[in-house]
């Protein structure tokens, strides 16, 4: 099984950097995916890492370190479009399977 | 019709009736996956098909049944629920369960149990 843990909620001012956090314990790492979700809708991917270090992809970016079972998303010149909760869904080999497990998620409030 | 849709959108239903949902994609994927999402829970994977085989189970009440006649198609059976199942279930679909491979997730089904 897995223990993935990212806060709960955050906050932000437009045009600023924030940075979600989400660390995971897993025997079977195959990679982090990180997915946005607004109020009422279905998620969208924004990101995988399978390898150490940084994904950039335009003003989101996502690091990733498997040693320490860590990976951050970085969201750049935020805007008020950007307010909505953040997953972190780390997949695991288990056998012939690779089978996802999403964390709790990152409510983000973007204020003015 | 593109990407993943789901049928119905919303749905109340006593804990005696027998309802299924529908999932459909048209991304030509071959992994389908069927999730529970509560209210301050994670997403919780209920089940995953791949090839039209079910290859994970998570310890899902035999209240839920899934099918997958094609690998289009994937359907979710529910029979004698109760009202903490009540939620809202999102099928996703990937084109293989491995790689960097993201999910497509349809619009969710708001489920009520009365």
């Known amino acids: 099984g897995q223990n993935i843990d990212q806060p709960t909620e955050m906050t932000a001012t437009e045009g600023a950097i924030v940075q979600i956090n989400c660390t995971y314990q897993?025997?079977?790492?195959?990679?982090l995916f990180w997915y946005q979700q607004h109020a009422g809708e279905a998620p969208t991917f924004l990101s995988y890492n399978v390898l150490d270090g940084l994904e950039e992809k335009g003003r989101f970016s996502s690091f990733l370190s498997r040693s320490k079972g860590y990976s951050y998303l970085l969201l750049k010149e935020l805007q008020m479009k950007d307010s909505a909760s953040y997953l972190c869904a780390v997949r695991e080999q288990r056998g012939g399977s690779y089978i996802p497990t999403f964390g709790r998620g990152t409510s983000l409030i973007v204020h003015p | 019709e593109t990407g993943v849709t789901q049928t119905p959108r919303h749905l109340v239903m006593g804990m005696t009736n027998k309802k299924s949902l529908k999932c459909e994609q048209h991304l030509g994927h071959n992994a389908m996956y069927w999730y529970k999402q509560s209210a301050k829970k994670p997403l919780e994977l209920m089940f995953v098909?791949?090839?039209?085989?079910?290859?994970e189970n998570n310890s899902v009440p035999s209240r839920f049944s899934p099918e997958c006649p094609n690998s289009s198609h994937l359907f979710l059976h529910l029979h004698t629920l109760q009202p903490e199942d009540s939620a809202l279930y999102l099928c996703a679909s990937s084109q293989d369960q491995a790689g960097a491979d993201e999910q497509f997730f349809g619009p969710g089904t708001r489920l009520t149990v009365l």
């Open positions: 897993t025997s079977g790492f195959n990679g």
């Open positions: 098909y791949s090839l039209e085989e079910r290859v």
